[in-house]
């Protein structure tokens, strides 16, 4: 059964070793997502859905990462000594891929031993004290906001029904295009999708979401609507307490850190 929900960036600067003296300037997000690693802590998850945008992504179907076990780094930002390892959760995968395509959703399977760090810095973050856990990874598609929470809704179905407790992360980074000193730039579309996505992550009605204009989604230079709004159809109709505890910007980037507590 789904315990805990929440939606953290992926930001290589929130790690110690890499972020050294510019982690200070996310202070607002570190703080918040240590609320929500001790928030997860005391739901006992014993599986993590980790829904993350940097894996393969198909144009026409989601994914899962189907490898026995896991292995993630940061090499590629220059720390040599970081390494977590996971055990995969292959029987619930493999339950959740039988039930999609029964459903005739588009959901594939991949194995690679390697996560990229969009999976690898979430677990660095949120799994330190847990124990005896294993992972789900998933890749959303290429599709519009309306597949991927429809998506959610049905992978849902198949989390709720089982013994085990599963906690849902969307690793998730917003625009990139808020000002001048973004990585891509300024664009009017930034700022507009980020004030949307914090505005309505907090409403049961993903109606806004899912319908929001293209042009904003895509020209925000964002990596994380795809999560979003899979993690949205997770939580439909469950008796969900939702809290955005962060948003900050400092380095043109919009981070969101957002709490979904479910009785």
């Given amino acids: 059964m789904i315990v805990f929900g929440a939606i953290i960036p992926h930001s290589p600067l929130l790690i110690e070793s890499i972020g050294k003296d510019q982690r200070e300037k996310l202070k607002t997000t570190v703080d918040a997502i240590a609320q929500i690693e001790q928030a997860m802590y005391l739901a006992k998850p014993e599986t993590l859905v980790i829904i993350a945008p940097h894996g393969p992504r198909y144009p026409d179907a989601f994914s899962a990462n189907m490898s026995g076990n896991y292995t993630g780094t940061l090499k590629s930002f220059g720390d040599f000594s970081t390494t977590i390892e996971a055990k995969s959760d292959y029987m619930l995968i493999d339950r959740a891929h039988r039930k999609m395509r029964e459903e005739d959703i588009p959901f594939t399977l991949t194995s690679a031993e390697e996560l990229d760090y969009s999976f690898t810095i979430p677990i660095l973050l949120l799994a330190r004290h847990l124990q005896n856990?294993?992972?789900?990874?998933?890749?959303?598609?290429?599709?519009?906001?309306?597949?991927?929470y429809e998506f959610g809704r049905q992978i849902k179905r198949v989390l709720h029904m089982e013994k085990r407790r599963v906690a849902v992360i969307a690793s998730a980074?917003?625009?990139?295009?808020?000002?001048?000193?973004s990585p891509g730039g300024a664009s009017d579309e930034g700022p507009k999708f980020d004030q949307m996505?914090?505005?309505?992550?907090?409403?049961?009605?993903?109606?806004?979401?899912?319908?929001?204009?293209?042009?904003?989604?895509?020209?925000?230079?964002?990596?994380?609507?795809?999560?979003?709004?899979?993690?949205?159809g997770m939580m439909d109709k469950m008796n969900v307490t939702r809290e955005v505890l962060s948003y900050e910007a400092p380095f043109g980037v919009g981070y969101m850190t957002t709490k979904f507590d479910i009785a």
Avoid at 133 to 148: E, N, Q, R, T, Y
Avoid at 198 to 227: F, K, W
Wanted: with cysteine.
């Fill in 133 to 148: 856990w294993k992972l789900f990874p998933i890749s959303p598609s290429m599709m519009d906001g309306k597949a991927h």
């Fill in 173 to 181: 980074d917003l625009s990139h295009k808020l000002t001048a000193q």
């Fill in 197 to 232: 996505i914090q505005q309505h992550v907090l409403t049961e009605d993903p109606t806004p979401l899912l319908t929001m204009p293209a042009e904003i989604i895509e020209n925000s230079g964002q990596c994380g609507y795809r999560p979003i709004c899979t993690l949205l």
